[in-house]
């Protein structure tokens, strides 16, 4: 397809030139200082209807290849995007659609400025990765920078140039069904992981290759109370900054061009519409200079939150507030300039809005090439790569944790068994691709029954024996449970009874995760759990995979099953993945982003908590000490915790010294061995505590982490460095600072398995 150039007004082209000025003269000018210049010039000719139009964000409201709409929302749409009045749009893809509606902007507008085009691009676009929280399971930082890459690239084939990803919310509640989109509940570890996708998303945004970023959702999402979606949250200054802030941080240090504020209330103002949190922390302290998208309606929604009376104060207050671009609400377009000429908004926030957006579509290219990302030969040749697919494969075979293993029951043996597989998504090839991938096609998930068949040296029996889901409610996006049908229990009993082992697929459908979709029973759902213990009963010798978006409480499994591993929702590759490691073809080395509690009624429940006035029992008998009365206070399975075919030992924890000062340091150092004939990869894990602070401190939290292989009976002496910034916190006096005192260090392979030593640090 040929594409016309962009069709510029002359007054704009001559702007730019006086921009760009002589060559001379731009070698004296950084490209920033050139951007910016040419970001002024766009806004000096704009009206100010055409800069509120750049603040707004229109839902794909027409198919482009049908008739032109003549009445309603989307005619007025329509209007409204050939005046200039639309600055972006979402949920629109491939490169036809994204064409012709860029051409429009581009050549039928006023001013001829380019559309940013967003889309959830959250683990991937056709091709899918493991949903994020099994990313984070990996705690391969290469790894989940390439997967986000090859979202990136595969959306910039279809058009979009913008990812509403990666959501970097810490959350400690496993009801919240959007756990399964972050990195889990340790801020390090998110910060970490934040990095590596806003690299592999962004990238070189001079190519198609790469596409916006956005960090959501700012701020404290994750600490939705209940773990209801959308709930109010309640946290502290304290918690806000050294737990819930340090992800987002991290991103504007390496340079997001987006960020999405958030649907709940922050102590008692919706973050859409709070100040506090965009202009004086985002855009203030941390001199963040790209543009904030409200979330999916958010504007208006602060009206039943009650904090605005109606669109046109909602449209006030957010607009205040420092939310650049209105997702949805209609509030800005309709409102800002009636609130501009009543004196209740300055222009001049209307410009700083339009000044970071326009600069944004200079950085992504747009202004020198609006159909950069429109090429139908390209788009053909990209989708579904085999390189994307030989990359999910990788990503999906790191994050699979092996929770249990005893008596060696893994890996299986690769002939002269007979196996029964059993459980319906064992068979499913849609579940597997879990939530937010609303650019994938159903029934493209490679299946743990087509896996395992590529091992055809051993006899494979497989029964449903019972489904999970019973298919879509009349919501796209739910399922309705199985909770009564067992008509499939006695053939898998059946099959369990000739098999030498049993391997049974259990756990959430991919839909029963994501936005929505919060749990107050966090067990396996319907009647797997049933069918669980009936299949025990014939044949204990189990292998239990779990798939899931969030952690589980599944204690009798905990309790009887020998081998579980938690192979969470594996995308696109899942079945091979999950083969390869239950056949020894992959060593796990998978490790828990997110604590697994006993019962619901831990819940939240995480491993960096703080000590009580009363942490343990004081004296035999009492009571009064902080615990339960009918539940241990320790998890399932602990942040950090994974297994492996190899046999690590940690050994020998040595300090260089047992103090340091300011801008000095301390090495402390362990030798890791791997006491096997398999070769593996282990996640070394170093966790630190502070004492005493001003503010008080959880009992351990993570510093530092490095992937270690090891071939057979190898050793290694792994060595960490402690600096003056790794003990850094949010204190009572209002900063980030290191304190004087005395501090414990531990290095484990997971938060509840570790050697310790302690140190002192000096001011």
């Known amino acids: 397809m040929k594409y016309k150039k962009i069709k510029y007004s002359l007054t704009l082209l001559v702007v730019l030139a006086l921009a760009c000025n002589s060559p001379k003269k731009m070698i004296n000018i950084s490209q920033l200082q050139l951007i910016d210049k040419k970001v002024d010039s766009v806004i000096s000719l704009m009206t100010l209807d055409e800069k509120i139009g750049q603040l707004n964000q229109y839902n794909g409201f027409w198919d482009v290849t049908g008739p032109i709409p003549k009445e309603g929302q989307a005619a007025k749409k329509y209007e409204d995007l050939k005046k200039g009045l639309v600055g972006s749009m979402l949920n629109v893809k491939g490169v036809k659609d994204v064409y012709a509606l860029q051409k429009i902007a581009v050549e039928q507008t006023r001013l001829g400025i380019p559309l940013l085009f967003g889309f959830d691009v959250v683990h991937g676009y056709k091709t899918i990765s493991p949903i994020p929280l099994a990313e984070a399971a990996s705690w391969d930082l290469k790894a989940i920078k390439k997967s986000a890459e090859i979202a990136a690239e595969e959306a910039g084939a279809v058009g979009i140039n913008w990812t509403f990803a990666p959501m970097v919310d810490i959350s400690r509640d496993a009801r919240w069904g959007r756990s399964m989109e972050g990195a889990g509940e340790d801020p390090f570890l998110g910060s970490k992981i934040a990095i590596a996708r806003v690299n592999g998303f962004q990238g070189d945004l001079s190519t198609k290759k790469n596409i916006l970023a956005c960090a959501k959702h700012f701020a404290g999402y994750g600490f939705a109370e209940a773990g209801r979606d959308y709930n109010s949250v309640i946290i502290s200054d304290e918690i806000l900054h050294n737990v819930v802030l340090p992800p987002f941080k991290a991103t504007v240090d390496v340079g997001v061009k987006t960020f999405m504020n958030s649907f709940n209330e922050l102590n008692g103002i919706p973050a859409t519409g709070n100040k506090y949190l965009q202009r004086d922390i985002l855009k203030g302290d941390w001199n963040f200079e790209g543009l904030i998208v409200s979330d999916w309606g958010s504007i208006n929604e602060m009206i039943p939150h009650g904090y605005a009376k109606d669109s046109k104060q909602a449209a006030e207050i957010a607009i205040n507030a420092g939310s650049d671009m209105d997702m949805e609400s209609y509030a800005y377009v309709e409102h800002l300039k009636t609130l501009v000429k009543e004196g209740k908004v300055k222009e001049s926030i209307i410009d700083d809005a339009v000044r970071r957006i326009i600069k944004v579509k200079f950085e992504l290219g747009l202004f020198d090439n609006p159909y950069k990302y429109c ?92 489904d999970v889901a019973l298919g879509r409610t009349q919501f796209m996006w739910e399922t309705k449970i199985n909770t009564e049908d067992k008509s499939g229990f006695a053939e898998a009993i059946e099959i369990a009874k000739k098999a030498d082992v049993v391997v049974i697929v259990l756990g959430e459908h991919g839909l029963q995760s994501g936005e929505g979709r919060s749990r107050s029973d966090i067990g396996l759902p319907g009647v797997q759990q049933e069918l669980l213990e009936e299949v025990y009963k014939v044949n204990p010798k189990i292998v239990l995979v779990l798939n899931n978006g969030r952690p589980l409480a599944f204690p009798w499994a905990a309790d009887h099953i020998p081998a579980i591993v938690e192979a969470w929702q594996l995308g ?42 009363r942490p343990t029992m004081n004296e035999p008998e009492s009571v009064f000490w902080s615990h339960y009365i009918d539940e241990k206070n320790t998890p399932l399975y602990a942040f950090g915790h994974g297994l492996s075919y190899s046999k690590f030992e940690y050994s020998n924890l040595k300090l260089s010294s047992n103090s340091f000062s300011i801008n000095g340091t301390i090495q402390v150092s362990v030798v890791l061995k791997n006491n096997s004939a398999i070769a593996g990869r282990e996640v070394v894990q170093l966790y630190i505590r502070d004492l005493i602070g001003s503010f008080t401190r959880p009992v351990k939290e993570l510093k530092g982490f490095e992937m270690v292989e090891l071939q057979p009976y190898e050793s290694k002496i792994i060595t960490f460095v402690i600096d003056e910034k790794m003990i850094e916190f949010y204190t009572a006096n209002h900063k980030w600072e290191a304190e004087a005192g005395d501090f414990k260090v531990f290095i484990g392979g997971s938060s509840d398995n570790t050697l310790e030593a302690d140190f002192q640090y000096n001011k």
């Open 375 to 466: 090429d139908e030969a390209y788009e053909k040749a990209t989708l579904g790569k085999k390189e994307f697919h030989e990359g999910v494969l990788d990503i999906a075979r790191k994050s699979i944790v092996l929770l249990k293993n005893e008596s060696n029951l893994l890996p299986l043996n690769k002939s002269g068994q007979k196996i029964a597989l059993i459980g319906a998504l064992a068979n499913d090839k849609t579940s597997p691709l879990g939530s937010w991938r609303i650019g994938a096609d159903d029934n493209t998930a490679i299946s743990v029954l087509e896996g395992m068949q590529k091992y055809p040296n051993n006899q494979l029996l497989f029964a449903k024996g019972a």
């Open 572 to 613: 696109t590759q899942s079945g091979n993945a999950i083969a390869q490691v239950l056949y020894g073809d992959y060593n796990p080395s998978g490790k828990l982003p997110m604590t697994f509690p006993r019962d619901i009624g831990q819940v939240p429940i995480y491993y960096n908590y703080k000590n009580t006035g």
